[in-house]
């Protein structure tokens, strides 16, 4: 790798998607693990789902819960929660404050890598 290609990136700053109302999130790589932060509005629309990745969720910013396979966890900033490959969970802020979480997965999501094409010249 071409050391002169690294960069201090912010996630204020990188590429964001919007999911749905109330939901965004930008994304960040290295070579086996793919680091998603997740903007989540009060009020969003929850959606359960699954996936075959393990995910471990770290919250930045609020307070949320989560359902993983019908159990509900609270978590707050700086909790962090394990939800297994293939569980079915969502999550959704409580209160009225934006909640900012961080989805970290390993190995790469590959549905996932249209949020990191602005590190292509990295990789």
């Known amino acids: 790798m071409d050391i002169s290609l690294l960069a201090t990136r912010y996630w204020d700053a990188m590429p964001r998607e919007d999911v749905r109302p109330g939901v965004s999130r930008c994304a960040f790589r290295g070579d086996q693990v793919l680091l998603v932060m997740n903007w989540l509005e009060p009020g969003m629309e ?16 609020g307070q949320m819960n989560f359902w993983v396979e019908g159990k509900e966890i609270e978590v707050a900033k700086g909790g962090v929660l394990r939800i297994p490959p293939d569980a079915e969970h969502c999550g959704a802020p409580i209160g009225d404050e934006t909640v900012m ?4 997965f390993s190995p790469i999501r590959e549905d996932y890598l249209h949020l990191v094409e602005y590190q292509a010249a990295e990789f």
Not at 101 to 104: H, P
């Open 46 to 61: 929850v959606r359960p789902h699954s996936h075959p990745f393990e995910q471990v969720v770290y919250v930045v910013q």
């Open 101 to 104: 979480n961080l989805d970290v």
